[in-house]
């Protein structure tokens, strides 16, 4: 901390111990005291400025110090059951007086005397019916256990005021005390569809979502706070309670309204959903932006994949031209070596040419199951059955029989000769 500020901390505390010892000693002027009670108070030293205004109002009788007495005690949490035999002396006198109730009220619920709190707040509510006291008389029914009563006082007061924090109040005790939480859900919904709201609504809602294990209500909230914020973790989150509930033709149409900077996780959906034809648009579009030959590759698994003749000769030529042209441009990427090595192959294109391309792939990944079926197909298609059986052994050993192509290639090599 700073020397200058460490003065200033070591200065006001002497100030706040020097006016506080000293209020009634040195007969300040009523003017004095007050200015002091007001600089106490600006500092947040309520602990201090409560006696100055009790001393004011023990000299002027004027109702507004005794008022301000008992909310520095109320915010200081000092002298309370001091401050409630003061108050109530003031009340008997005058029966009437809505604020003397409305302190009170929390005096009595700081002191722990519960069953006092809530007398006085019948008796307020006999004489008001405003807001800030249903509101006030809410606490101590809650204070008491007595939920649905004070539940009806605060949606009272939320439809007079439609004041959010009355609101998450009220959605509180219904989700967790009287067990209305779908009914809270609405009521939070019509909130947040009619008024404008902050992030707490939406927040609230989330939580209350995640109990009721509503992923639809999850991701409509969460689009509505993406549309408001454009926060891209709500997007993310939105596309993985898509995929929880595997509803990837939801998620591509919401990325579809969404797409721009998105445009990579909508091609995934695309490949996903096998819209092979958006997908393709997506390809041309990513190459003729950044001339990455991984997309001609890319574009070549979609062709093979769109196809529903995979023995088409002239889409087999469009495929493998494809990938010529990416590994001429640089493309390296042992998943695009595999796939159109695996093409030469089974396709019987090239056998050769495709082992030496799966073997590239190997390179990079010597243990991928996959990669290995590729080349022990090869090795099959070139008569050679030991080496392809040898190969196979190993993929059946690590993946089992359960994929429908391995299996099938593992009965083709078993009786190869």
């Known amino acids: 901390m700073p020397w200058y500020r460490i003065i200033l901390a070591t200065a006001v505390s002497v ?22 009670a007001l600089w106490l108070d600006d500092q947040l030293a309520y602990e201090y400025s409560r006696p100055i205004y009790g001393e004011l109002f023990d000299r002027t009788g004027e109702k507004e110090f005794l008022f301000r007495e008992m909310r520095s005690a109320l915010l200081s949490r000092t002298f309370i059951e001091q401050s ?24 009595y619920l700081t002191a722990d005397r519960a069953e006092r709190a809530e007398e006085e707040s019948m008796d307020l509510l006999e004489q008001s019916q405003q807001p800030i006291d249903l509101e006030l008389a809410s606490n101590a029914l809650l204070y008491n256990a007595q939920f649905e009563k004070a539940l009806q006082l605060l949606k009272r007061v939320y439809d007079e005021t439609l004041h959010e924090g009355i609101l998450l109040r009220v959605v509180t005790i219904m989700d967790e005390y009287t067990r209305e939480r779908k009914e809270a859900i609405a009521l939070l919904e019509t909130h947040r569809r009619m008024h404008i709201s902050s992030q707490s609504v939406y927040l609230k809602l989330l939580k209350l979502y995640m109990k009721e294990n509503d992923i639809d209500g999850l991701i409509s909230t969460y689009e509505a706070m993406y549309e408001l914020e454009g926060n891209e973790d709500y997007l993310r989150r939105i596309i993985d309670a898509y995929v929880y509930k595997r509803d990837l033709e939801g998620a591509t149409a ?24 958006k997908a393709i648009l997506l390809v041309d579009h990513f190459y003729s932006r950044d001339k990455d ?29 494809y990938f010529e ?15 159109y090595g695996y093409t030469l192959i089974d396709k019987e294109f090239d056998v050769n040419k495709g082992i030496s391309i799966v073997q590239k792939a190997l390179k990079q990944q010597p243990d991928n199951t996959f990669y290995l079926d590729s080349l022990a197909w090869g090795y099959y298609k070139q008569g050679k059955c030991k080496e392809a059986y040898e190969v ?3 993929v059946i050993e690590k993946e089992g029989l359960e994929q429908e192509e391995i299996r099938d290639h593992w009965e083709a090599i078993r009786k190869c000769k």
């Open 15 to 36: 100030v706040l111990l020097q006016v506080s010892a000293h209020a009634k000693e040195e007969n300040f002027s009523e003017d004095t005291l007050i200015i002091k």
């Open 84 to 107: 409630i035999e003061r108050l109530e002396r003031w009340e008997k006198k005058h029966p009437d007086t809505l604020e003397a109730k409305r302190l009170l009220i929390p005096l």
């Open 254 to 277: 919401f990325l579809e309204k969404h797409r721009e900077g998105h445009e990579d996780i909508l091609y995934d959906l695309y490949k996903a959903t096998r819209s092979f034809e």
């Open 293 to 321: 030959g991984k997309w001609l590759a890319e574009k070549g698994i979609l062709l093979f994949e769109q196809a529903e003749d995979k023995d088409d000769r002239k889409m087999l030529k469009e495929v493998i031209s």
């Open 325 to 339: 042209q990416a590994t001429a441009s640089g493309v390296e990427e042992s998943i695009y070596l595999n796939y």
């Open 392 to 394: 196979m052994k190993k």
